[in-house]
């Protein structure tokens, strides 16, 4: 904990990623709450132990359908939504290819391509069939497996938004592993909070630039955040459903900024899918939703600023609205 300016900064490290909440008062209480509340959810959704609500799904995949407590069925109902929209980057059945690939976890290395070939029937988002009646959740064929790590920390960010307002709380920062969400704006900055924008494969604290809002969420994703390199290629840990690889593209990240960090998790993925050009398009016709693009020649690619402010700081970098 440290204060600074009167904020109380609450740390831990979950689902496998650093998570930090910003407070305005001294109250190690109320953070820990918040991370037993994490934590709770988190049992419900990880895919990398042996036992959770998801992993029952998985075990049972091929023999029967599994009853799940409502937040897990609802959840899913979202993603498979999401999934089965046509040309989706997103396909929660993508388990056998992540478990295969193994990325960001030890003894990763590039699978040979008849194991991909073979892997990629198991990934059908259609085979996974919803009963909303009985609540649960029937993988169709055995070996296939669903993974929720692409939404799981924004629909999480999100209850822990709740939470906090339920609690009186009007002003706090939630980073859950980059995605953030955030309530109100500090006491003293009624311009909003500074986010910062990652410099790709840089340090830690290398920023392109500061991303400003209040009361929104800011989720990344980048090549940058789980990967490994071989064959003088980086590998990294956003597959493309279509083809079982990293999906190769222009971009190095995507942040969303909107006001609900599940939505904020879902069109990361979806845009990262879409690419820049046909991404800023999209954007055009959703005006909840705004984006940042990084792509690997160096540019920042900011959709048109509605709910945000991008403030550069590296001039090295070419910035485009
Ligand atoms: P994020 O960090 O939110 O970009 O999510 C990345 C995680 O989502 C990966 O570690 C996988 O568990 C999962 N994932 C990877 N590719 C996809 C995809 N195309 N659709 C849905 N989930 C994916
Ligand atoms: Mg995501």
């Known amino acids: 904990m440290a204060n600074e300016a009167g904020v109380y900064s609450y740390s831990a490290v979950q689902m496998g990623s650093p998570v930090l909440l910003k407070l305005f008062e001294n109250n190690a209480a109320l953070a ?161 909070w500074q986010i910062g924008l990652k410099k790709p494969f840089a340090d830690d604290n290398a920023l392109l630039g500061v991303i400003e809002v209040r009361e929104k969420s800011v989720v990344t994703s980048g090549i940058y955040e789980r990967y490994f390199e071989q064959q003088g290629r980086c590998w990294h840990h956003i597959f493309d459903p279509r083809t079982g690889y990293p999906l190769d593209n222009e971009l190095l990240s995507v942040t969303v900024i909107s006001d609900r960090s599940l939505d904020g998790d879902i069109y990361t993925t979806l845009l990262y899918g879409m690419g820049t050009e046909q991404g800023l398009n999209w954007l055009a016709s959703q005006s909840d939703i705004d984006a940042i693009f990084v792509t690997r020649d160096r540019q920042i690619v900011c959709s048109s600023p509605r709910h945000y402010r991008f403030r550069p700081a590296d001039t090295t970098w070419k910035l485009h609205y």
């Not at 029967?64 to 980057?89: G, K």
């Not at 906090?164 to 953030?180: E, F, H, S």
């Open 32 to 192: 820990q709450q918040v991370f037993r509340l994490i934590a709770q959810q988190e049992n419900l959704f990880t895919v990398n132990r042996v036992q959770s609500e998801v992993m029952a799904i998985n075990h049972a995949a091929g023999e029967r359908p599994v009853a799940v407590s409502p937040a897990v069925f609802n959840l899913i109902q979202v993603a498979h939504t999401v999934s089965t929209l046509p040309d989706s980057a997103f396909n929660f059945a993508i388990g056998p290819i992540v478990k295969r690939w193994k990325i960001g976890f030890q003894g990763n290395s590039v699978p040979a391509a008849a194991d991909i070939t073979a892997l990629l029937p198991l990934t059908n988002p259609h085979q996974v069939v919803l009963d909303a009646a009985a609540q649960s959740v029937y993988l169709l064929q055995r070996g296939m497996e669903i993974d929720l790590g692409a939404i799981a920390k924004g629909y999480i960010a999100d209850r822990v938004q709740q939470w906090l307002r339920q609690q009186g709380v009007t002003q706090a920062l939630i980073n859950l592993g980059g995605n953030v969400q955030t309530l109100g704006a500090p006491p003293h900055e009624p311009q909003g």
